[in-house]
């Protein structure tokens, strides 16, 4: 079983930068992949970024590209959102997962099995 725990939301000023962790522990990762959902109050959890974990292939909403990337520490089990630009729109419950999704589900929130309790971004003046 894979316990994972995300970390590094907070409070920032527009335009600002944030880089946030998901830490893995248990179970094995190489045929896995991590994503990234969010999600704002009142509005439904969605799809951000997702990686391969061993082969590094990576996949973004349409809506972030350019502000947010996706990376992973394999040796340290840590997968990583670097998120820059912030907006106020950007403000939700940011949740790591894991599974094995098919690259025509990557962004779906049925094809991952374990998620992080999710940390807080804030984006305001």
């Known amino acids: 079983q894979v316990q994972l725990v995300d970390a590094g939301g907070g409070l920032v000023q527009p335009g600002g930068s944030l880089r946030l962790s998901c830490t893995a522990s248990?179970?094995?990762?190489?045929?896995?992949?991590v994503a990234w959902f969010r999600q704002a109050p009142g509005k439904e959890r969605e799809f951000v970024a997702a990686?391969?974990?061993?082969?590094?292939?990576?996949y973004s909403a349409d809506s972030v590209k350019g502000r947010f990337s996706i990376s992973r520490d394999k040796a340290a089990r840590v997968a990583y959102l670097q998120i820059d630009n912030l907006k106020p729109e950007d403000t939700a419950v940011y949740s790591c997962a894991t599974g094995r999704p098919i690259m025509s589900s990557v962004a779906s929130t049925s094809a991952y099995y374990y998620w992080g309790p999710g940390t807080q971004v804030t984006v305001s003046s």
């Open positions: 248990g179970g094995t990762f190489s045929t896995y992949s």
């Open positions: 990686i391969r974990w061993s082969g590094g292939n990576t």
